[in-house]
């Protein structure tokens, strides 16, 4: 893509589920730069509530620290310790449903189930520690990068992210790109690239109705 697009700098903008340790030494390696989110829950040797948070934006606030020669950014946000509160207390009601009906799968750790614990063999409780223990984490997350940029941009290129996630949502969703009812390679890839198409027709369609919209309202 550097080649052939004459690309400059190039900054890898990823979300944590992306980009493994190994993952990150590769773009390091290939001498690129990246801002990827981090999970605070998983950090050693850092204690994300000590020192003084700046605020950056309105309900925004954040501390840098260094970790592992890299740039730490540990966020705070009112709305995401908003939603954090929301999902956390629907995964708790759910945890009691379960309980209450007696409908839990002891092989599965995610979801609901994370806020249960095995008391003995096969009878399980609330576990009020772990509920605990989430609560203080409402509103944090971390971002980890090697770029010289500033707070303000790395938070603001990390927030693109949702328009990469929406572009895959549409993909998958509304161009039904997935599943895939094709064997050969030659018709797998024809779909993909169908699908790739319609993508960018229909993105093509929505910035000219926005200019339309936006010069109508202009005018008026």
Do not use: C
Request: no cysteine; hydrophobic share 35%; proline share 1%.
């Amino acid at each position: 893509m550097k080649k052939e697009y004459q690309l400059g700098k190039v900054i890898v903008v990823a979300d944590r589920g992306m980009m493994s340790k190994k993952n990150i030494e590769v773009v390091e390696n290939s001498n690129y730069e990246f801002i990827v989110g981090k999970s605070i829950k998983q950090l050693k040797k850092v204690n994300i509530f000590e020192g003084e948070f700046i605020e950056i934006a309105k309900g925004i606030k954040y501390r840098e620290v260094e970790y592992e020669n890299k740039r730490l950014l540990i966020i705070y946000s009112e709305e995401r310790a908003k939603k954090d509160r929301a999902d956390r207390l629907r995964l708790i009601e759910k945890a009691k449903k379960m309980l209450e009906e007696g409908n839990i799968d002891s092989k599965s750790k995610r979801g609901a189930k994370k806020y249960l614990k095995e008391q003995n063999k096969q009878n399980y409780i609330l576990d009020i520690e772990k509920i605990e223990n989430d609560e203080k984490y409402d509103g944090y997350y971390g971002i980890i990068t090697n770029t010289k940029l500033s707070p303000k941009e790395i938070l603001e290129q990390y927030h693109t992210l949702w328009k990469v996630e929406e572009t895959f949502r549409t993909l998958k969703n509304y161009l039904e790109t997935r599943p895939v009812f094709h064997w050969t390679p030659k018709r797998i890839k024809g779909h993909i690239v169908m699908s790739f198409i319609s993508y960018i027709i229909q993105r093509t369609l929505e910035l000219e109705l926005e200019k339309i919209i936006l010069n109508t309202l202009m005018k008026k």
